[in-house]
Structure formats: structure tokens, C-alpha cells
């Protein structure tokens, strides 16, 4: 490896980038999101989840920005491939095109949180009890903006570790694609269509 050679250093920040923002969402949906249920206070269950996921944002984002950042470069020193090598665009593709759509949903599920903090604070300010199950799980009690933002919230969420997770089995199924054999049948594929 020259000194020029940053595929390797791209990589290694892609795939730490995608271990942090599909492991990170994981954790937010199984434990942040549950462990409210452990909390008596009602009003707690929407605060220490959104203290948590506020927290957890920057770190969040630095991860998707590293696959972005890591993807690019990555995707630059392989455009040879991408002419030469059957189904290695399409796949590229697919991956820049999930990551596009998880980055979109995990902006949506950080602002759906915000409007879910907002909303349970305007309903405390109004003298409304606040019930909800956990962070995201309404009760039939829950003020009805909450309860919405709620389930728009967990929708979003979900699709987050989903499209992060489709992003590193796409990446794996690249890298696969670049050892000898695979090449071989990927260009052979490119120049003999069946």
C-alpha cells in the first residue's frame, strides 16, 4: 500500500461509521426507548428518552457522516470496477441510495422526538396529566399530539437500524465482490450477457 492509498483508511471509516449509527439506532430503539417503561414518573418517560437521544445525536451523525465520507472515497477508487464489474453499480447505487433515505429518517425521527418533548411539555403547562407507556408507545390516556408524534417517531426509527443495517450487508456483498473470483465473474458477466 503506497502512502497515497487511502481505500484502506476509507474503509476502516466507513464501516466504523456504519457500526456506530446501526448499533447506536439498535440501542435507542431496544434501551432508551423500553427502559422508560422502568420509570414510575410518566412525564420522565419522555424526558430521559429525549435527553438520551439528544445526547447521542452528534455521535449519531458523525457516524453517518463517515459513511458518507467513507463511501465516496471508496467509490472513487474503484470507478474501474464500477464500468468493468457486473452488478457492482447497482449495488453502489442501492447503498448510496439507503443511506440517503436512513440519513433522511434519522433526521425525521431526532425532529418527530423534539415535537414529542414539545408536545408533552404543552400539555403539562396546560394541567393535563401525561401518561404514556414508553417513549415511543402511547397509552389510550396519551394527549393525542404525543401519542402522534409518537408513532411517527417509532415508525422512522425502525427504518433507521433497517436502512443502516441494509447498508452493511450491501457493503460486505462489495467487498466480497472484490476478491479475484468475483471480479473475474463479475467482468465476464459484463462482457458475455446471458
Known sequence: MSSTD???????????????????????????????????????????????????????????????????????????????????????????ALTAVGAGATAYAAYSGRKIAQATEAAVARGEHVEVKNATEPTEKTPADVATWQKRQRIAQYVVPATSGAVVVLNSYLVQNYRPAATAKGVLRRLLPS
Open 6 to 96: 487511502s481505500a484502506p483508511v476509507a474503509q476502516a471509516l466507513h464501516d466504523l461509521g456504519a457500526a456506530l449509527w446501526f448499533g447506536g439506532s439498535v440501542f435507542g430503539v431496544a434501551g432508551v426507548n423500553k427502559s422508560g417503561e422502568d420509570l414510575t414518573d410518566q412525564l420522565d418517560r419522555v424526558r430521559v428518552a429525549s435527553s438520551a437521544w439528544r445526547r447521542f445525536a452528534p455521535a449519531q451523525w458523525a457516524g453517518i457522516a463517515a459513511v458518507v465520507v467513507g463511501g465516496l472515497r471508496i467509490t472513487g477508487s474503484n470507478k474501474g470496477r464500477l464500468a468493468a464489474q457486473s452488478g457492482f453499480g447497482a449495488a453502489g447505487a442501492t447503498k448510496a
